[in-house]
């Protein structure tokens, strides 16, 4: 099972420039959640899916950021424009339809964003 | 609304001894309950979870955690600490009594310092 794989591990750009990060879910798993992660505000829910549907997007911050899940193996995370303020670690998280057995949240080792 | 408190920033253990890392919850309906542990630059993992059942849940790694309703707490425990335990533990709650959402709440995190 390789787990939750997102790219790139790091990225530094200057202000203004778009963002792309990315994530591969665990194969099956039915929902994908992107969340980030400051020392100020700790982990914050900003999208999740749920087979391929946004479900509540309450979590984005601002117009600039947008999400995407094309298929069930591949989603992208985008902002644009970035500014310093979007620094912060960005993961991606992943999980099986539980049914009766409520299933854990897998997450990837996240993406550190640091805008200049 | 849902909602999870731990109430400490940092606990303190000496290797040994017996730690515990304190979690309050609030939902409307039956609470499904997780505990979390992050390492340096690396995505958060799952250690254990209750969703009914037996009270005290065991995990990984020696983890357990004792699902107390009335006080509405699932405190993290450990017998004996190791140096290696020493991290950043999440508490996680999902309203058991809302839609198959998967989606999760949580704390703010604990930073568990061991010393040997």
């Known amino acids: 099972d390789a787990g939750v794989i997102q790219s790139p591990r790091h990225e530094v750009t200057e202000m203004g420039q778009e963002v792309t990060l990315r994530c591969k879910p665990i194969s099956g798993h039915d929902y994908l959640f992107w969340y980030r992660q400051t020392m100020m505000r700790g982990l914050e829910l900003l999208i999740y899916f749920n087979n391929n549907v946004p479900i509540d997007d309450s979590g984005m911050p601002e117009d600039r950021f947008s999400a995407k899940m094309p298929n069930a193996s591949f989603s992208t995370l985008k902002i644009q424009p970035s500014e310093p303020r979007d620094s912060a670690v960005y993961f991606c998280?992943?999980?099986?339809?539980?049914?009766?057995?409520?299933?854990?949240?897998?997450f990837g080792d996240g993406t550190r964003l640091s805008i200049l | 609304a849902q909602s999870v408190a731990q109430p400490e920033d940092q606990v303190n253990v000496a290797e040994g001894n017996p730690l515990t890392v304190k979690c309050t919850y609030s939902v409307s309906g039956n609470p499904y309950l997780f505990w979390y542990v992050q390492y340096p630059n690396r995505g958060l993992q799952f250690l254990l979870k209750y969703i009914t059942g037996d009270n005290l849940v065991k995990g990984s790694y020696g983890f357990e955690a004792e699902f107390n309703k009335s006080q509405t707490s699932f405190h993290l425990k450990k017998p004996s600490a190791l140096v290696s335990d020493s991290a950043l533990y999440f508490c996680a709650v999902r309203d058991g009594g809302s839609s198959n959402t998967g989606k999760l709440i949580f704390g703010q995190g604990t930073t568990l310092q061991v010393k040997p």
């Open positions: 998280a992943s999980s099986p339809r539980g049914g009766v057995d409520v299933q854990p949240q897998h």
